[in-house]
């Protein structure tokens, strides 16, 4: 039986996939160089680089699994832990992951509908793809980009120069700009055995190419069953196991893929306090071996990232306040740093109107309202 789980990483994610497995008799041991990691407060930290070896041996044998809270864990780490435990989700996912041209290629290949795109090695490539795509068109690092770090859109001819100039040094992919009517994302968890469930499609709007609110659930079936198929084909592709998020643009009806996290993922935050079961509880259900908990909603749910520092006026009120309006606060008692993410907060109600309004307050509390739009997110489109 499966008692101290390892984990790559020791932010936030790791951190909430502690607190849903505390409950669930798990011990766990964190690895991550960084000194003030979020997660250390519900486990033991071992501070090293993803690198060290020694460290790497030292959690792969005293863990019975190991997971990894992060996507850029070098595929030779992984590797090395793997022959002393088992690691999920499987290490040839984080490869998938870790570059965009092989991401693309294999949704491409399985069948999952994507934007047009071409690698970008050198500025005549640059160019041949702009030709290919048209205008605008999104020019990105094939590697290590996240929150919309690494990307530039390119809307003119003139642009295209100084896309070059800012991100030439690295290995480049050039894809069609989706002008989408929104983005959503279908989070999955897939057992040892091959059992999968799905969380309900859920609908998010980024600010600067960080996500800023979640919302589930959000579409109707029809789109929730396609959504299904295609993250199930990834998924049974890769023999997975554990929790995957996908991200999606819907344009004129249809889904198209942007990228996938073979990772518990910053829209299922939600369903922490909005669903039958956590992504973060299933994950480590499915890591472990243990049957998967049911995935419904169980209330209309908004979640608002925090960032930089949590909201003033959050100190401010009683807690009990907060949770009899169905508030739920979560505080990764990070040090505050502009542009960080420090929390989160789900708003939940148990009707769509009710939400609404408790939401459209929360909102204009945080400040985000007018420039979230807040009226086209909870339009269901
Ligand atoms: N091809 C595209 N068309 C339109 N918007 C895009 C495109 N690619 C990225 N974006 C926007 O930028 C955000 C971040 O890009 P993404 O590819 O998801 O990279 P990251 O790894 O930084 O999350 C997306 O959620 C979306 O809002
Ligand atoms: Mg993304």
Request: aromatic content about 8%; proline content about 5%.
């Amino acid at each position: 039986m499966i008692k101290t789980v390892g984990i790559l990483g020791a932010g936030q994610l790791a951190r909430m996939l502690a607190q849903a497995g505390l409950p669930l008799g798990l011990k766990f041991i964190f690895l991550d160089p960084a000194v003030d990691a979020c997660a250390a407060e519900f486990g033991e930290h071992i501070c090293a680089g993803w690198d060290d070896e020694a460290a790497l041996t030292d959690l792969g044998q005293r863990s019975d699994v190991v997971t990894f809270d992060f996507e850029n864990v070098p595929e030779v780490s992984a590797s090395l832990i793997e022959s002393l435990c088992p690691v999920y989700p499987p290490p040839r996912a984080l490869y998938q992951s870790q570059d965009r041209l092989r991401e693309k290629t294999m949704m491409q290949e399985l069948g999952i509908p994507v934007a047009p795109f071409y690698p970008v090695a050198s500025r005549p490539d640059l160019i041949a793809a702009v030709e290919k795509i048209g205008l605008p068109c999104v020019l990105k690092t094939r590697r290590f980009g996240y929150d919309g770090k690494g990307q530039a859109v390119l809307r003119f001819q003139e642009d295209l120069e100084r896309a070059w100039q800012s991100l030439g040094d690295s290995e480049l992919i050039c894809e069609g700009f989706v002008p989408f009517q929104a983005e959503c994302s279908i989070i999955a968890a897939r057992g040892r055995d091959g059992e999968t469930v799905y969380w309900p499609l859920t609908r998010n709007l980024h600010r600067e190419g960080i996500l800023a609110v979640s919302m589930a659930p959000a579409f109707d079936q029809q789109l929730q069953a396609r959504a299904e198929v295609m993250i199930k084909s990834l998924l049974d592709h890769l023999d997975y196991t554990g929790v995957m998020a996908l991200e999606l643009f819907l344009m004129d009806g249809e889904l198209l893929a942007n990228e996938f996290a073979p990772r518990v993922h910053n829209s299922g935050h939600w369903s922490i306090d909005g669903a039958g079961t956590s992504q973060f509880e299933n994950h480590l259900r499915a890591i472990c071996g243990l049957p998967l908990g049911e995935t419904h909603s169980t209330s209309y749910a908004v979640m608002f990232n925090l960032l930089g520092e949590m909201p003033a006026f959050a100190t401010q009120q009683s807690v009990d306040q907060f949770l009899s309006q169905a508030m739920h606060w979560h505080d990764y008692h990070k040090t505050p740093r502009e542009g960080r993410k420090i929390g989160h907060v789900t708003v939940t109600a148990e009707s769509e109107t009710g939400l609404e309004a408790r939401a459209a307050q929360f909102a204009s509390e945080l400040g985000v309202a007018a420039e979230l739009n807040f009226e086209t997110i909870l339009s269901k489109p």
